[in-house]
């Protein structure tokens, strides 16, 4: 069992002001509704295939709905050598709740 850090959605925000990439894990659909900025998306649906595109040297913050999908990605991430990533408590929901910056609509 792997330990993945939560964060808060203004922690997180200060991780990726920092320079760290946040991943969004939820569906396309879900992702052009609404997302946090400077979000990338790689669906959980995707995301064992596509998890390598993500830099090991660079801190990674993950976030989805509510916080479940970014904690099994996250500890996927762990469990594939990947050091520095955290779950965002809440997900994009709490994000959006506390105001932080986001895109609606593609």
């Given at each position: 069992m792997t330990n993945l850090r939560e964060v808060t959605p203004?922690?997180?925000q200060k991780l990726v002001?920092?320079?760290a990439l946040l991943v969004d894990?939820?569906?396309r659909e879900e992702f052009?509704?609404?997302h946090a900025e400077g979000a990338q998306l790689i669906p959980l649906s995707e995301f064992e295939s596509r998890y390598a595109e993500l830099p090991k040297d660079k801190p990674l913050v993950?976030?989805?709905r509510s916080g479940a999908r970014s904690?099994?990605?996250g500890e996927l991430l762990l469990e594939q050598g990947y050091s520095d990533v955290v779950n965002l408590k809440g997900g994009t929901n709490a994000w959006l709740e506390d105001?932080?910056?986001s895109v609606r609509g593609q």
């Open positions: 203004a922690e997180g002001q920092g320079g894990v939820r569906e052009d509704n609404v993950m976030i989805c904690q099994r990605a105001g932080l910056p």
